[in-house]
């Protein structure tokens, strides 16, 4: 199958980047959100998960690597949503989801695995989702 490549900028390799290993499909984005709406579309279709296999952020050593999908959100929640602890406004805007899948994807962790993932601990209590692919831990 041919490899469907979708540059962002000719001088930069974008941000973020999933394959689907099955069908060797590629999608580059500006959004690591992008790459979970690509997930959706993608397993919609086919029934196949992709990986990250491209995700420059920052966070990178500040996650413990035995976190829990959880506390990963916990620790995001300062730098990427407004800290609940400090704010004079009630709760977090929140991760963005594709921001958990790409911090998730350092830890072994396909798109689809991390969804399923936060799905299981959105059940227990532990998660919220404060706006629309937003997450916040509890």
Known sequence: MPNHTHHTHHSQPAPFVATCPDCEIERSSESATELVAFYRRHHGHTGHDIVVTR???EFGAALDAADDVAAV???LDARYGVDKHDS????????????VV???????????????EIADVRMTGALYEPRDDHLAAF
């Open 102 to 116: 790409a911090a998730m994807s350092e830890r072994g962790f396909t798109v689809g695995e991390t969804l399923e």
């Open 55 to 57: 995700a420059d952020l």
């Open 88 to 99: 004079t406004e009630s709760g977090t805007a929140g991760v963005p989801i594709g921001i």
């Open 73 to 75: 959100v916990d620790g």
